[in-house]
């Protein structure tokens, strides 16, 4: 009985000590209870994990102890005394973000890299200090000049060319060695292989234009004399002993000049080193040339540099045969581009990798090459490649796993049709498992000839056991999210990613998925908050409302995670407005599913002038590739200031009052076709529209998009829109009647040019409109998009599409670092005479 006892005491107080785990450091207590619970439940393995998910990369576990040592984090960078580089630039030169870890170098390595940046951007004698003061990092810099080079000098030797720059050149360390190493080059092909340089430089008061295309901006300030400083590059060369070049074993003059050039090249001094590694560069030429088993020694003797060469054989490849089993010999020979040296050396395994790739792109899916020969015939190499291509197989059913995806799909197996149905498959299951990774695995052929298509992949169905984070608020919201549908999805998981990267009052998280048993695993979010308040703008500028500027603020997480309140606010010289709207984001989601908003706007239409009140609640729903929307308002409208004919105008109110029920189902998605890419979205929108003291009426629009990507700089862009209203008579508020022009549609004509006219010619629009635009695009730099577009429609009171407008322009768009910017221009070519053309430049950012 008692050794029972002791047993039953002493296991008891075995299992205490292993799962009471005692947790040090720069931790909060709610987060050392979390981990202590997951450790109790999973283990130290998995515990190590899970800190890592958390970003506590610094840890140690010492029996039933574990001591985090969790540095200190960036709150803020802040930049003092830059002109000419942006915050943001020199954020990222400074390799500091918020949030990341301050280390005891942290300080002095950012200071560092942006000196470096400075100074590789010209800026010779900039001074960058920094200091931390509670974790905000505040660098304070003086720019000083940017030198920019004007002229090259060559001092002590005879040099053919002079350097004189008419747009002068960012005096930056890797644009010096490229002059130095040509003029190095000049003189060690004229036997000078001892040369050696150095490089001064002198100031000089020589100020011309300088463009600088990487920034405009900079090149705008440079121009001035305070802000540039020109300065004359000095290259002094001391030649050395000329010596004279002598090449023995070679008989081609073609060959023997490829020697000579890579001589000069690699040849910098006279030393053992310099001439090893000369002979090597050499000898790899000479295997590229079709020389075998070539071997070179430079030997150095009184003045003169003899090098010698030794060879088996010399090969001139005369031909290449590719031979098939049924295919006509040499079919595809262009395409396979194999490296000529590949065959001199004989290398059979990269040829045959090579072929077989190539074949198997375009569906010869079991093709093997059988034998490569080599024919020699007095120096000249002829080769054949002996191939069994087989068929081209059409794919039938696709797995992942042993998981039936798709079925009879009667496809060509190419690689490039692998890689499409990789997308596909992804998009089938990635609503109803959870997975990581999905490649390629094999084909297996099935009994009709054809093959089954098999990608492997590590597919888990898990359930939601907990979410661990030190948010509270953002933990209830995943585990709310959560509570319906408590399986876990790729869908879900990169949703999630997704939203906390819109949300700029996140900063640095991550998400992470830990199983802890076959069937439930837990989520793991770390990171940071940031900044709850934004700042954002921008101005418009066109040829006809001119200036256009608008400003607004907005506040994240203000009910919780996921809300945020705003203010918007324009001007124009016809338009001013107001809006104050509450919105929630759904993580599932890339919409927001419900907004509130309260508006006033006041608005001069040339014809009439109206102001409006406005109250409204949206709601979003999004389902796979559909959305769906539905809302109410209330609207007031009050005219002013009728300009148009009598009988017109004794039609109309003054005063509107509406309650509007918006309704909207869209679609969009993308598919990657054999050829072509194409990206497409559709939206039908029905808005029931009842009206006190007058006749409710309909309106209804169907707004549908193309976008074609032949490759991946050209893109296509076919868009369509259709509007039509119930009723055409004065129970309609002109704001509602349809015009077209302005920005948006038909960019040539003013925003009330099109629409049907009273027996003035002025315009009070039409009951229904079409509009078509055709556009082709093309990608100058990472998101720098030029292309024409062509505009045709008609805003009329009965279908006819036989009498529309037509408009031709060009547009420019950019994303950059400043925020998005638009310039465009169109020119009517069928029209009315009130506009002809029409010019538009937009700029918005947020800060």
Do not use: C
Not at 129 to 154: M, Q, W, Y
């Amino acid at each position: 009985m008692r050794v029972f006892l002791f047993l039953t005491v002493f296991s008891f107080l075995f299992l205490t000590n292993v799962f009471s785990l005692e947790i040090q450091g720069n931790i909060d207590n709610e987060m050392k209870v979390q981990i202590k619970k997951f450790y109790s439940e999973n283990g130290r393995s998995k515990t190590e994990k899970l800190l890592n998910y958390l970003g506590y990369h610094f840890f140690t576990f010492n029996r039933n102890q574990l001591i985090i040592s969790n540095p200190e984090r960036v709150d803020d960078v802040a930049f003092h005394g830059n002109l000419i580089f942006l915050n943001n630039t020199l954020q990222g030169a400074s390799g500091l973000a918020k949030g990341d870890p301050i280390y005891p170098e942290t300080l002095e390595n950012s200071a560092e890299k942006v000196r470096k940046y400075y100074f590789r951007n010209g800026y010779r004698n900039a001074k960058v200090s920094a200091n931390i003061f509670d974790n905000d990092f505040v660098f304070r810099i003086r720019e000083g000049k940017r030198f920019l080079i004007t002229d090259i000098n060559v001092k002590n030797a005879a040099y053919p060319e002079s350097f004189n720059f008419l747009n002068p050149k960012i005096f930056d360390e890797k644009l010096v060695d490229t002059y130095v190493k040509d003029i190095e080059n000049y003189f060690r092909s004229k036997g000078y292989f001892n040369v050696s340089t150095d490089v001064s430089y002198s100031k000089n008061d020589k100020y011309t234009f300088f463009l600088n295309i990487n920034n405009p901006l900079s090149s705008v300030m440079s121009v001035l004399p305070n802000f540039h400083q020109g300065v004359s590059l000095i290259v002094s060369v001391e030649k050395g002993e000329k010596f004279s070049l002598r090449i023995e074993g070679i008989e081609d003059e073609e060959t023997e000049t490829l020697m000579r050039n890579e001589i000069n090249k690699n040849l910098k001094g006279i030393s053992t080193f310099n001439v090893r590694y000369t002979e090597g560069e050499l000898e790899k030429l000479l295997r590229e040339k079709g020389y075998i088993n070539p071997h070179v020694v430079i030997i150095v003797k009184e003045r003169k540099i003899i090098v010698d060469v030794d060879y088996g054989e010399k090969f001139v490849i005369t031909k290449v045969n590719f031979i098939y089993n049924s295919l006509p010999v040499n079919k595809l020979s262009d395409e396979f581009d194999i490296n000529r040296s590949l065959l001199y050396s004989k290398n059979e395994n990269a040829v045959k990798r090579i072929v077989t790739d190539k074949l198997y792109s375009k569906g010869y899916v079991y093709a093997k090459v059988q034998d490569i020969n080599f024919i020699n015939k007095n120096g000249k190499l002829a080769v054949d490649i002996i191939i069994n291509e087989g068929d081209i197989y059409k794919i039938d059913d696709v797995f992942v796993n042993d998981k039936e995806i798709l079925d009879n799909l009667q496809r060509t197996a190419t690689s490039k049709e692998v890689s499409n149905l990789l997308g596909i498959v992804r998009s089938n299951i990635n609503s109803e498992y959870y997975f990581t990774s999905i490649t390629f695995d094999r084909f297996i052929m099935d009994k009709d000839n054809g093959v089954d298509l098999v990608f492997k992949s590590d597919l888990s169905q898990f359930r939601l056991n907990r979410v661990i984070s030190s948010d509270e608020n953002l933990k209830n919201f995943v585990r709310e999210h959560f509570f319906d549908n408590p399986e876990i999805t790729k869908v879900k998981i990169d949703s999630l990613k997704n939203f906390l990267a819109r949300q700029k009052n996140y900063i640095n998280y991550s998400v992470g998925v830990i199983p802890i048993s076959e069937n439930k695993a837990d989520i793991v979010l770390s990171g940071r908050k940031g900044e709850a308040n934004e700042i954002f703008g921008g101005f418009a500028y066109d040829d006809i409302e001119q200036f256009n500027v608008f400003a607004g603020y907005r506040r994240f997480d203000i009910f919780g995670t996921a809300h945020h309140f705003q203010i918007l606010t324009s001007y124009s010289s016809r338009e001013k407005s107001l809006t104050l709207s509450l919105g929630s984001d759904n993580f599932f989601a890339p919409n927001l599913a419900n907004i509130y908003s309260l508006g006033w706007k006041k608005r001069d239409e040339d014809n009439f002038e109206y102001e409006q009140l406005k109250a409204s609640i949206q709601f979003f729903k999004t389902s796979s590739s559909f959305r769906y929307g539905l809302g109410v308002y209330a609207e007031e409208l009050n005219f002013t200031g009728l300009t148009y004919e009598k009988d017109f105008t004794e039609k109309l109110s003054d005063e509107y009052k509406l309650i509007g029920i918006p309704v909207s189902a869209g679609s969009s998605g993308s598919y990657l076709g054999p050829v072509v890419e194409v990206e497409y979205s559709a939206e039908a929108k029905i808005k029931p529209l009842f009206q006190i003291d007058q006749n409710s009426f309909i309106t209804g629009e169907l707004n549908t998009m193309l976008k074609i990507y032949p490759d991946d700089r050209f893109r296509f862009k076919l868009k369509s829109d259709f509007g039509y209203i119930s009723r055409n008579n004065g129970d309609i508020p002109l704001n509602y009647r349809y015009t077209l022009g302005g920005p948006y549609r038909m960019k040539a004509f003013d925003y009330r040019d099109i629409g049907s006219e009273d027996e003035e010619g002025n315009v009070y629009g039409g009951s229904r409109f079409y509009y078509f635009l055709f556009g082709a695009e093309y990608e100058l730099r990472n998101n720098v998009y030029i292309g024409p577009f062509v505009e045709y429609g008609n805003a009329i009171d009965q279908w006819d599409f036989s009498n529309g407008y037509t408009d031709i322009g060009i547009a420019l768009t950019a994303d950059t670092m400043l925020g998005s910017i638009g310039i465009s221009f169109a020119y009517e070519t069928v029209g009315s005479s009130k506009s002809d053309s029409a010019f538009y430049l937009t700029f918005s950012g947020s800060f």
